[in-house]
């Protein structure tokens, strides 16, 4: 089975312009993550959905940061306008509903390694 | 004070000694905690989870101390292939979906 899939791998963009990251997740799991890991913070947890609706955003840094999943298989996460701060790796991840034999294990996309300008 | 709370390190380990490093959280009600491994420039990936009587798997054992708060990993006979930074990951207890990962313990692994 594929894992998570993110795109891109790697944006350049420069401050003001909008950026938009992807995600599909592997199918039948139902939670949908959205990391941002740098440095400074390491891994921040920006929002999360379940079954496609998002149940805690309060991770997202401000409103310039956004994030949809309009169905099972995709998620977006979008800044508008982007700005030299937001430069990180954004990982997204994937989980089966925790019980029974699942441990509750996220499992991560590769990342989409942001830089703005 | 930092939900979960992890030593940077590095831990410099010769190959086949045995390393072990804890994590500590603030959150008393936290149900769920595991240990996960990031190697560099990669994505995190589960290592363990964390049972309340401890666990092993291998070379890994896992300990769970409620009273204190912390979760330890304990690492024998060291491979250079377990050089990579280890994260500790809490849930917040109002929510299993609020994972609260530490900013990692380095380990190196040296001939």
């Known amino acids: 089975d594929a894992g998570v899939i993110q795109s891109p791998r790697h944006e350049v963009t420069e401050m003001g312009q909008e950026v938009t990251l992807r995600c599909k997740p592997i199918?039948?799991?139902?939670?949908l993550f959205w990391y941002r890991q740098t440095m400074m913070r390491g891994l921040e947890l920006l929002i999360y959905?379940?079954?496609?609706?998002?149940?805690?955003d309060s991770g997202m840094p401000e409103d310039r940061f956004s994030a949809k999943m309009p169905n099972a298989s995709f998620s977006t996460l979008k800044i508008q306008p982007s700005e030299p701060r937001d430069s990180a790796v954004y990982f997204c991840?994937?989980?089966?509903?925790?019980?029974?034999?699942?441990?509750?294990?996220?499992?991560f996309g590769e990342g989409s390694r942001l830089t703005v300008l | 004070r930092k939900e979960v709370e992890q030593d940077p390190g590095p831990f410099n380990v010769p190959e086949g000694a045995t390393v072990a490093f804890n994590c500590t959280y603030s959150?008393?009600?936290?149900?769920?905690f595991f240990w996960y491994r990031q190697d560099c420039r990669k994505e995190p990936k589960l290592l363990m989870s964390?049972?309340?009587s401890g666990n092993e798997d291998g070379r890994f054992t896992a300990q769970l101390n409620r009273a204190s708060q912390y979760i330890s990993l304990l690492i024998r006979d060291s491979k250079l292939s377990d050089s990579a930074t280890y994260l500790c990951?809490?849930?917040?207890?109002?929510?299993?979906?609020?994972?609260?990962f530490g900013a990692g313990t380095q380990v190196v692994v040296t001939p």
């Open positions: 990951v809490v849930n917040r207890g109002d929510s299993w979906g609020k994972l609260q």
């Open positions: 959150n008393s009600a936290s149900q769920s």
């Open positions: 991840a994937s989980s089966p509903r925790p019980g029974g034999s699942n441990t509750g294990e996220l499992f």
């Open positions: 199918s039948g799991h139902d939670y």
């Open positions: 964390v049972y309340s």
């Open positions: 959905f379940n079954n496609n609706v998002p149940i805690d």
